[in-house]
């Protein structure tokens, strides 16, 4: 077997979190994390794992939303919702070179953002990336 220096592997995560216009059901998790895979081709190795969390303390509020997991063959999705603030967090973890512009546009089209944040992490090129509160969508 031929190793390979883990250095050179791409590692990249997209976050983006924003607050949603859709209904934070899980029939609409499902469906998103039943889309996203084509968007990023990503090549799906399971269903996705959807738990409630209810109780959770944040801001002296006690919250609730929905948790949601993927994994990918070469990465894998998570998804979080905070049905208090509309709030959905999504954040997907990839070793491969991705072009996130058309998956950030699908996660911003589907949850209907309002406003959101997105920051891009890129192990192999030590860079962050990000771009904050608003549909200004170019230069990714």
């Not at 109780?55 to 993927?70: I, K, M, N, P, Q």
């Amino acid at each position: 077997m031929k190793i390979i220096d883990w250095k050179t592997i791409p590692d990249e995560l997209l976050i983006i979190r924003g607050k949603a216009q859709k209904d934070l059901y899980q029939q609409s998790i499902i469906s998103f994390m039943q889309q996203l895979p084509q968007v990023a081709y990503m090549e799906p190795l399971l269903g996705s794992v959807i738990t409630e969390a209810f109780g959770v303390h944040v801001g002296g509020v006690v919250a609730s939303g929905l948790c949601a997991y993927r994994p990918w063959k070469t990465s894998g999705v998570t998804l979080y919702t905070w049905n208090e603030a509309r709030m959905v967090t999504i954040v997907i973890h990839t070793c491969k070179e991705v072009d996130w512009a058309p998956v950030r546009d699908f996660v911003v089209d589907f949850w209907k953002f309002s406003e959101y944040q997105q920051y891009v992490v890129s192990m192999k090129n030590q860079v962050i990336r990000t771009q904050a509160d608003g549909d200004n969508r170019s230069g990714w």
